[in-house]
């Protein structure tokens, strides 16, 4: 089944604690994006990817990286996480963009 | 940059009725891509339609249906014979580039029985 993996779907951390949500697609899509949605903001883009090792920041990068070593993953590194970042997080892929993008099932964060 | 403005936080419509969500976004580009995304309660994020700016027909993917009007900027939804399945979240985005998707803030859409 093509899809976006994310893990985990749930994760309560403590403030300054690393971690990492990866992003998995078996699709082949070149372009990748994390998101985090916040009420009444809708969805920021926080970093994007067009292909393996190109990556850029989207609105709200502050606080976050990326990486995409591999075609498939891109995984979403929270070096230091603040109460700020407690959000709704996305990762979505696409073939070319102009398609729409499939989104992973989410990640609901919370720093404590 | 490109801004997406959704007027209306919240909406609700009775089963088998037909509603029309609101979205308007600014921008000077002529290319350009719009979409509407359906987020139901299990917070899935799911493609409804898409248009591309520069055909001038309006998309249409069974009951739902856009009016995609160019020169006002505005990409508004319809849904007809609206059922209890169609409530949710919906997100309109406008895309100019690939790799850049901006999202409305979302209209909930409440269907009652």
């Known amino acids: 089944e093509a899809q976006v993996t994310q893990n985990p779907r749930y994760l309560i951390t403590v403030t300054g604690k690393k971690l990492t949500v990866t992003c998995s697609q078996n699709?082949?899509?070149?372009?990748m994006s994390w998101y985090r949605q916040d009420p009444g903001l809708g969805l920021r883009q926080i970093y994007y990817?067009?292909?393996?090792?190109?990556?850029d920041k989207g609105d709200v990068p502050e606080g976050y990286k990326v990486s995409r070593k591999e075609k498939r993953n891109f995984p979403l590194i929270l070096e230091s996480p603040s109460p700020n970042q407690t959000s709704l997080y996305f990762c979505a892929s696409s073939l070319s963009g102009r398609d729409g993008y499939t989104f992973g099932s989410g990640t609901r964060l919370t720093v404590v | 940059a490109q801004t997406v403005t959704q007027s209306q936080p919240e909406m609700s419509v009775q089963e088998a009725e037909t509603v029309t969500l609101s979205c308007t976004y600014d921008t000077s580009e002529s290319n350009y891509y719009l979409f509407w995304y359906k987020q139901p309660p299990s917070r899935q994020m799911i493609l409804v339609i898409r248009?591309?700016?520069?055909?001038?027909q309006n998309a249409t993917e069974n009951r739902f249906s856009v009016n995609f009007q160019k020169a006002a900027k505005s990409f508004s939804l319809k849904i007809s014979d609206s059922q209890l399945g169609d409530t949710a979240m919906y997100f309109c985005?406008?895309?100019?580039?690939?790799?850049?998707?901006?999202f409305g803030a979302g209209t909930r859409l409440t269907v009652k029985p």
């Open positions: 699709m082949n899509h070149e372009y």
């Open positions: 990817s067009m292909n393996v090792e190109v990556t």
């Open positions: 248009q591309e700016a520069y055909k001038q």
């Open positions: 985005a406008f895309m100019k580039k690939e790799d850049d998707m901006r």
